[in-house]
């Protein structure tokens, strides 16, 4: 894909705006008056695609309500049921809720360590850097002093020239072979587009040794001409190219950007590359450089930098920990405050962070012979291209390696299969439960049968009067049992339900009606 110029302004109005803002014609007498409508005698057909669409919808949201019921309805306890233990025989369940144990211990500990490893990646910074080798040059066609007919000291102003440059900017990062990187011309290139050499970075991002391409260090590039736009053939200043937002740095990679346009005399231009930085970094006031001793930082450093001043120097308050006492350094900071709150200090720091400037790289565009045509016993090159060297940010070497653990084939897999023996465990509890319950029931109808089926019925029964809608007093309990007739604090009535029941209905008693 190649980067197209931005022209961000001289465009001239075009002719479709310019008569949607002209003034509307004036009014000459009164409006004809307006005829009713003419409605057809039948109505038309109601469209079919309507009900397929509602069906659609409707059968759509019925299977995300069966899902999200079938996943209400999966059971989630792995824990096994009290008082197993005492029917079973051998140790299994003590050796089960031991590797229950270590499971919660491991899977805390796994999981710290991953938070760990992420706050490295994504909030540390290695303070590596590269140097990138940038090379400006430029070749020219259809000059004056390339026609012979024409002299290139004269002045023609009925001649219609097409005299063109086309200026190239190539960027690599320096290994150990630090002149390479100049390649041949591309004639293929579009001469009115700001192309991107997208093949050749595609083919370097495939290579894990070979560096990542220009186009991944800067997120814009814009390049500024120093002529007023009357005075260009094509009526622009400036060119721009810059990363869509959302974008990633390594889609559509390239490695140099290529324009050709109008001219047939030498220009000044102004490179301007805003370098990529994650996390973004800022350039920080001159109170806040003194105080972290640095001029550039991120957002999450400064916080942490004002964090650590403000206990080393035992600004904390007792009484409210969030709030910080401000020393003279630190009055500097906040306009004069005697204290701060922590959860405010995003707000405070942000008058003393802006964002790093560009960098800026002069050039001159030469269409002159004595450039492009050398004579052999100057000993230069045509068209030698100027050089710079641009400091950039380089990634942590150990963000592949931790990115490698976190999100590896093998270990999704891993995950998966431990999901998968983690619902055969609740199964497995499940029916355990179940078969617990069986076991209560006969081992309960053995010891005490009459009691057992005296319980039983009256629990039948009473579940039978809530179905049939005949319970009364709440469930129709007849205070014939044997629990309801036990007094005492460890009867029916001493429990913390039924003094809880008794002073809900004393206070509904209490309440005066309105009249």
């Keep these: 894909m190649q980067p197209q110029p931005q022209y961000g302004r001289n465009y001239p109005l075009a002719a479709a705006q310019a008569a949607h803002h002209a003034p509307p014609p004036a009014r000459r007498g009164p409006a004809p008056i307006a005829q009713p409508a003419q409605y057809p005698s039948q109505p038309p057909p109601p469209p079919h695609h309507t009900n397929a669409q509602m069906i659609q919808q409707q059968g759509a949201e019925q299977a995300k309500r069966d899902r999200l019921r079938r996943m209400a309805k999966t059971p989630t306890n792995k ?27 491991l899977d805390a500990t796994m999981m710290r360590k991953k938070l760990e490893a992420s706050d490295s990646v994504y909030h540390s910074r290695s303070g590596r850097t590269g140097t990138m080798r940038i090379w400006i040059s430029n070749t020219a066609e259809n000059q004056p002093w390339q026609n012979g007919s024409m002299d290139a000291d004269a002045f023609d102003f009925e001649s219609d020239t097409n005299a063109t440059y086309r200026v190239k900017i190539q960027g690599r990062l320096l290994d150990e072979s630090s002149d390479e990187g100049l390649e041949e011309d591309d ?9 991107e050499d997208g093949t050749e970075g595609e083919k370097k991002a495939d290579s894990p040794e070979t560096p990542k391409p220009f186009s991944q260090f800067f997120t814009s590039v814009t390049i500024d001409f120093d002529r007023a736009k009357s005075l260009q053939p094509d009526n622009f200043t400036q060119i721009e190219w810059k990363r869509p937002d959302g974008a990633q740095p390594q889609d559509n990679p390239f490695s140099q950007i290529e324009f050709e346009r109008k001219g047939d005399e030498n220009i000044n231009i102004t490179i301007n590359l805003q370098r990529h930085q994650n996390p973004d970094i800022f350039r920080l006031s001159k109170p806040m450089a003194e105080l972290l001793d640095t001029d550039e930082e991120d957002r999450a450093g400064v916080l942490m930098g004002v964090w650590e001043y403000a206990r080393s120097q035992n600004l904390q308050q007792d009484d409210d920990e969030r709030k910080f006492a401000c020393d003279s350094k630190l009055k500097a900071l906040f306009n004069g405050a005697d204290s701060f709150y922590f959860p405010n200090l995003p707000q405070l ?49 150990l963000q592949p390696l931790l990115h490698s653990i976190l999100r590896s084939k093998q270990s999704t897999e891993t995950l998966q299969q431990i999901h998968n023996i983690d619902d055969q ?47 009364a007093r709440g469930g129709g309990e007849d205070a014939s049992g044997e629990e309801w007739k036990r007094g005492g604090a460890d009867s029916v009535w001493g429990t913390e339900t039924a003094r809880e029941s008794v002073a809900l209905w004393l206070a509904r008693q209490s309440i005066p009606k309105a009249h």
């Design 187 to 195: 004639d293929d290139k579009d001469p009115d587009a700001m192309d």
């Design 425 to 471: 465990i609740v199964l497995l509890i499940s029916a355990l439960s179940r078969s617990k319950a069986k076991h209560a029931f006969w081992t309960s109808m053995a010891t005490d049968p009459v009691a057992f089926v005296k319980r039983w019925f009256s629990s039948q029964k009473r579940d039978l009067e809530v179905i049939m809608g005949d319970a």
């Design 79 to 105: 824990n096994v049921p009290e008082g197993v233990d005492d029917i079973c025989i051998g140790d299994g369940v003590a050796r089960y809720k031991e590797l229950r144990d270590v499971e919660r211990t």
């Design 349 to 397: 720091i942000k008058p003393h962070l802006t964002t790093l400037p560009p960098v800026q790289l002069q050039y001159t565009i030469r269409v002159d012979k004595e450039y492009l045509a050398p004579s052999p016993d100057s000993g230069k090159q045509p068209s030698e291209p100027t050089i710079y060297d641009v400091q950039v940010a380089l990634d942590d070497p």
